[in-house]
């Protein structure tokens, strides 16, 4: 049974830097890229960054690019998102999701072609 479990989220003031991590289990983790999402209060959810299976590609949606940096660790079998200089406009709920890519460079940013996906975790930037 393949797990995704996000953590880290928070009500933060702007400026402030939040790290996401997402735990998975139950799959090859090096067998899969990994993306974030968000989705804020009536929007539809949107790419944040994605990571292929080594880690040598990122690729990140334009409002988080030089703000936003997405990493992972095959050994622990978890992705990371460091997000710096918040902004309410971040205020959303993220979630990770594994898009199996096998090893491949390759990185999506559109979410239905991400396999297994994660609950969620809550950012909330106050001004």
């Known amino acids: 049974q393949v797990q995704l479990v996000e953590s880290g989220g928070g009500l933060v003031q702007a400026g402030v830097s939040l790290r996401l991590s997402c735990a998975a289990s139950g799959l090859t983790f090096s067998d899969y890229a990994m993306g974030w999402f968000r989705q804020a209060p009536g929007k539809e959810r949107e790419f944040v960054a994605a990571?292929?299976?080594?880690?040598?590609?990122?690729y990140y949606a334009d409002s988080v690019k030089g703000r936003f940096t997405i990493s992972r660790d095959n050994a622990k079998t978890t992705a990371y998102v460091q997000m710096n200089s918040l902004r309410p406009e971040d205020t959303a709920v993220y979630y990770c999701?594994?898009?199996?890519?096998?090893?491949?460079?390759?990185?999506?940013?559109?979410?239905?072609?991400?396999?297994?996906w994660g609950q969620g975790t809550q950012v909330t930037v106050s001004s």
């Open positions: 999701a594994a898009d199996r890519t096998y090893y491949s460079n390759s990185v999506n940013s559109r979410a239905n072609d991400y396999d297994y």
């Open positions: 990571i292929n299976w080594s880690g040598r590609s990122t």
